[in-house]
């Protein structure tokens, strides 16, 4: 199948910092990827939406201040957390596939905000 | 998209089949039955998925009832690997992107 890498698969950092989080297609092009948020013991809930060339879809109750996406190619999303804080710890996952495919998930990134 | 209703955990020992539940009984006409699994702290990995007839690959079997509204999964010989957070999941295999949404889920623990 398809191949989505994410990077970092864990991170920390400072109460207040920004933390960039990547997440590549390696072998097909993704002109929608999905970002996702998991705390412990709970399910995936998605996030927003991100859009080559324009600007992500957020869900309700998603900050889109506090999280940036950009989709500036087709093999590349980015969510930024900004000012992080330690209610932004969570488990992030970003998925993408072709058209009317099934979805491919990138390995997760454990935030931990001290 | 239809909502799907799980069991919250199930047990199974190593080497026997793992029959694992979804009820679906809203689902529309042109919603697909997708599974997936999350092994802790990994991301989701896809298995199989159906819209009316049975399915099988290498990972699993998919069996659909006559009239839609439930689905079994089944790991035919399962494995202390196979521990995870299954999901099955109904969306609309005509739309164009994959947004899914997940819900409780069903722990498999397998066990020697």
């Known amino acids: 199948g398809a191949v989505v890498s994410q990077h970092p698969s864990r991170v920390i950092c400072k109460s207040g910092t920004s933390v960039k989080i990547e997440c590549r297609s390696l072998?097909?092009?993704?002109?929608?990827m999905f970002w996702y948020r998991q705390f412990p013991k709970q399910s995936l809930m998605l996030m927003a939406t991100?859009?080559?060339?324009?600007?992500?879809?957020?869900e309700q109750g998603v900050e889109k201040d506090k999280f940036l996406i950009n989709h500036a190619s087709l093999t590349l999303s980015t969510l930024t957390v900004t000012s992080a804080h330690p209610e932004d710890s969570s488990f992030y996952i970003c998925?993408?596939?072709?058209?009317?495919?099934?979805?491919?998930f990138g390995q997760g990134t454990r935030l931990t905000v001290v | 998209d239809a909502k799907t209703t799980q069991p919250t955990s199930m047990d199974c020992a190593e080497g026997r089949a793992a029959n694992l539940p979804c009820n679906h009984s809203t689902i529309s006409g042109n919603e697909y039955v997708y599974w997936y699994r999350q092994i802790h702290s990994q991301g989701p990995q896809y298995i199989i998925h159906?819209?009316?007839n049975n399915e099988t690959n290498e990972m699993a079997s998919l069996i659909i009832t006559e009239d839609r509204k439930s689905s079994t999964l089944i790991l035919p010989h399962a494995t202390l690997r196979d521990t995870a957070v299954y999901y099955c999941i109904v969306r609309a295999g005509n739309t164009g992107f994959q947004k899914l949404v997940f819900g409780t889920g069903t722990r498999l623990l397998v066990s020697p």
């Open positions: 991100s859009n080559e060339g324009s600007k992500a879809t957020y």
């Open positions: 072998d097909f092009q993704a002109t929608t």
């Open positions: 159906g819209l009316k």
């Open positions: 998925s993408g596939g072709g058209r009317n495919t099934e979805a491919f």
